[in-house]
């Protein structure tokens, strides 16, 4: 079992930068892939990022690259997730997630969630 919780959502201004962070607690939670996933409303939920358990690889979705870089601290069990120049439409609620590999949490579909975290950002 792993028990994510998110941290770091909030209001900013387009161009800004947030920092969002995911504790990982449970006897699975130091060999787990891990990542975020974001939904704007009305819209469907979407990858964004992910690592790897050893942190040697890291995906992100299109949008993102260049502005998201996704790392993580084992001795913490917590995952990051700095955002930069941050545009209107990133607001959505994110969504720190885990799994056994990552692929599925690229694909959308990962076994564990967090309750999410809402970020908006204004123009």
Known sequence: QVQLVE???GLV???G???LSCAASGRASSSVAMGWLRQAPGKE????AAISYSSANTYYADSVKGRF??????????VYLQMNSLKP?????????ADSISPRIRSNTPYYWGPGTQVTVSS
Not at 69 to 78: E, G
């Open 7 to 9: 941290s770091g959502g």
């Open 13 to 15: 201004q387009a161009g």
């Open 17 to 19: 930068s947030l920092r």
């Open 45 to 48: 939920r979407e990858f964004v």
């Open 69 to 78: 870089t996704i790392s993580r601290d084992s001795a913490k069990n917590t």
């Open 89 to 97: 439409e990133d607001t959505a609620v994110y969504y720190c997630a």
